[in-house]
């Protein structure tokens, strides 16, 4: 028998075009890898730490211990509904299903303005620490628009292929700079610290949170965190989403929480409780953890340490563009951005359209920073980084009243505690970190109070936005208001 011949519309119909990001295979350990580079360790005990100290003085262990609490309670709460979340939309899907579409939108736009501004703020802490280590390294100056432009592209390439590429990537730059931290607090202790370990045990004493620079301390360590929703993110990329998903979150915030209060207390241990607070409070703040590794292990270790300080800052501002470019496909596929945004790639099933607006973002920005001679450091990171760190802390803020909002109404079998008193508790906390942010934003920018309150117009704005495009929506096109949210990646699967 002569096979038939195809037909016509068989021969030339393309393929639909998938709706849902590719089952990739992510595992919990990618998800922590994700989360954990995302918050850039290295960075924050190398960078932040011996800012804490110094604004906090022997509360600093608390900076840590206290953030990780308030995001454990939310955990609670969250993982709870993490199994009836079936979507890349994360905050914007909890957010929707607890309080309503329009903020569901509104908080999406402001997740957009967050993620995009912390890849910009990350890339141009990568070009100024790279910038900084080839001067002190080698005697090279190279220009940081140059190491900017290694970085994006970087970025672009990792963002494109498939999302398992990235997850090595990651998983390889914080085993190397997690590695170097316990390299170093392994030395120093075993060379009996400062001589007066005993006695900095007493920085765990819960009446130094008395201290007046508690909370204004609390506004630079809380941003240690940010970026655990990234779990949630990748939910239609992970294996099972309903075990992995959960477990990453605790991993990841319980990891953080122990290894950065940790990280604080061997600080103290190395320098002793007076003589870490006076190396804080000198002039030479900045070199005070590696200063403190060339003491116990030797200047190759701090040397290796600002390489390690570029790769961190590189590996956060991917995990922070892999975030941005998810919520640019899922804002896409639900129409508020334009369809084409929400283009997958067949090779790899990754974001496509999404990764291209997160890239073309940075280069807009970054190419305008440099055209106006802007500090790398001083204006295109801290500047960056305020709206970045203050927008994703509302955004975990309202996630945990819209978890409350959702239990309310059925508790599908949990405990009061874990879906209504732990996400209260947390909400509480977290709206404390966003009022004390607003206060001292100062402490996060270092500008004047005039650029302060430029900065922090993108972030009621879009919120503001998000809410008028869902009511504008519900008002004129009430199948596609109907429509939003409502992809379940296990019925498209």
């Known amino acids: ?44 005990v190398a960078g932040v730490v011996p800012l804490a100290i110094r604004t906090g003085g022997e509360s600093a262990a608390y900076g840590y ?34 309080i309503g579409k329009p903020f569901g939108v509104g908080s999406a736009l402001l997740a957009v303005v967050s993620y995009n501004a912390m890849a910009i703020c990350l890339i141009a802490g990568f070009a100024v620490y790279a910038q900084n280590m080839l001067a002190s390294l080698f005697g090279l100056s190279v220009n940081w628009v140059i190491l900017a432009a290694v970085a994006v592209i970087g970025i672009a390439l990792l963002g494109y292929f498939k999302v398992t590429l990235g997850a090595k990537v990651l998983g390889i730059a914080l085993a190397l700079e997690v590695a170097v931290l316990v390299i170093y607090e392994a030395f120093m202790l075993g060379q009996g610290g400062s001589g007066d370990i005993g006695e900095t045990v007493a920085i765990f004493n819960p009446a130094v949170m008395a201290d007046p620079g508690f909370g204004a301390m609390l506004v630079l360590t809380a941003g240690g965190f940010i970026g655990f929703e990234a779990t949630a993110i990748y939910a239609e990329e992970v294996k099972d989403p309903k075990r992995t998903v959960p477990r990453a979150t605790y991993i990841a915030i319980a990891f953080l929480g122990v290894f950065y209060t940790f990280s604080v207390w061997c600080i103290f241990a190395a ?40 790769t961190s800052a590189f590996a956060a501002a991917l995990a922070f563009h892999n975030a941005a470019s998810r919520y640019h496909f899922t804002l896409a596929r639900e129409g508020i951005l334009p369809r084409s945004i929400a283009k997958i790639s067949r090779a790899h099933g990754s974001p496509v359209g999404g990764v291209a607006l997160q890239i073309a973002i940075c280069v807009v920005v970054l190419g305008f920073a440099a055209l106006a001679g802007a500090d790398p450091y001083l204006v295109v990171f801290l500047w960056s980084a305020a709206p970045g760190v203050l927008g994703i802390l509302l955004l975990e803020g309202i996630a945990a009243i819209a978890v409350v909002a959702f239990f309310l109404r059925d508790r599908h079998g949990h405990s009061m505690w874990r879906v209504i008193v732990a996400p209260v508790l947390a909400a509480i906390g977290l709206f404390v970190f966003v009022a004390l942010s607003v206060s001292q934003l100062e402490l996060l920018t270092a500008a004047e109070p005039f650029v302060n309150v430029l900065l922090l117009v993108p972030i009621p704005l879009a919120l503001v936005a998000g809410i008028a495009i869902a009511l504008v929506l519900r008002s004129r096109r009430p199948e596609r208001y109907a429509a939003l949210n409502t992809v379940d990646v296990d019925a498209e699967a």
């Open 65 to 98: 211990l206290v953030p990780a609490v308030v995001l454990i309670l939310f955990a609670v709460g969250f993982t709870a509904m993490s199994p009836r979340i079936k979507n890349a939309g994360a905050f914007y899907s909890y957010i929707t299903h607890g």
């Open 271 to 310: 320098y002793g409780t007076q003589g870490a607070l006076d190396a804080a409070a000198s002039d030479d703040v900045a070199l005070l953890t590696f200063a403190s590794m060339e003491q116990f292990v030797g200047p190759w270790l701090s040397d290796f340490s600002q390489l390690l300080l570029c």
């Open 1 to 44: 028998m002569t096979p038939t011949a195809p037909s016509a519309s068989r021969a030339t119909t393309p393929p639909s075009e998938p709706r849902t990001l590719r089952r990739a295979g992510l595992g919990t350990a990618d998800l922590v890898f994700f989360v954990v580079a995302a918050a850039a360790p290295l960075t924050v």
